[in-house]
């Protein structure tokens, strides 16, 4: 999930990385309260993500989480 701050651009340069590198973009989110993509991808690039989410406070990266289904009651 990418913060607020980042642009459809920014999101399809972070795609574009990804696939480059292996991953494959299984579902875009464009939404003003969730921007990001579910995909599958190489550990690596996971790690990447992570590392960026969690020490660039600069960095484009909100979050990064396994796809998982959920349930409201």
């Not at 464009?30 to 406070?57: H, I, S, W, Y």
């Amino acid at each position: 999930m990418f913060k607020k701050s980042a642009t459809e651009q920014d999101v399809d340069k972070y795609a574009e990385k990804l696939e480059q590198e292996g991953g494959l973009i299984q579902q875009r989110y464009n939404a003003e309260f969730l921007r990001g993509f579910t995909a599958r991808m190489p550990q690596e690039f996971v790690e990447k993500l992570q590392d960026e989410a969690q020490n660039d406070k600069n960095g484009l990266i909100e979050a990064i989480e396994r796809n998982q289904e959920i349930s409201v009651q």
